[in-house]
């Protein structure tokens, strides 16, 4: 049974940062490329970051450069989204998606959420 299962997501302050985790199984991790898409309320999902099978390249949309660090380690089949200077407009349901490679194969995991605000939260540095 392929699985994809994200972790992380929290209520954090602005300025605050996480570490989402994206643990795969049921498949071959390493043969898949592996992105991360956000959804924020009433928006359309989009993608936020992006790493090839080796982690040799990785994208990042324009509006989260510089503040979002995508890696992965294949030998955990894990993926990670490190999210720093978090504002408002960071809070979403945060998702990660597998695309195999040559083949019509993709595979969603069921999102995490993360949620920015003044409010109640505590202000949050998620390390290794």
């Known amino acids: 049974q392929v699985q994809l299962v994200e972790s992380g997501g929290g209520l954090v302050q602005p300025g605050g940062s996480l570490r989402l985790s994206c643990v795969g199984s049921?498949?071959?991790?390493?043969?898949?490329?592996m992105k991360w898409y956000r959804q924020a309320p009433g928006k359309d999902r989009e993608m936020v970051a992006g790493?090839?099978?080796?982690?040799?390249?990785?994208n990042y949309a324009e509006s989260v450069k510089g503040r979002f660090t995508i890696s992965r380690d294949n030998r955990r089949s894990t993926v990670y989204l490190q999210i720093n200077q978090l504002n408002v407009e960071s809070t979403a349901v945060y998702y990660c998606?597998?695309?195999?490679?040559?083949?019509?194969?993709?595979?969603w995991g069921e999102g995490t959420q993360v949620a920015v605000s003044w409010g109640q939260g505590t202000q949050v540095t998620a390390s290794w």
């Open positions: 998606k597998a695309e195999g490679q040559g083949s019509n194969s993709e595979y």
């Open positions: 790493v090839t099978i080796d982690g040799g390249r990785k």
């Open positions: 049921g498949f071959t991790f390493s043969y898949y490329v």
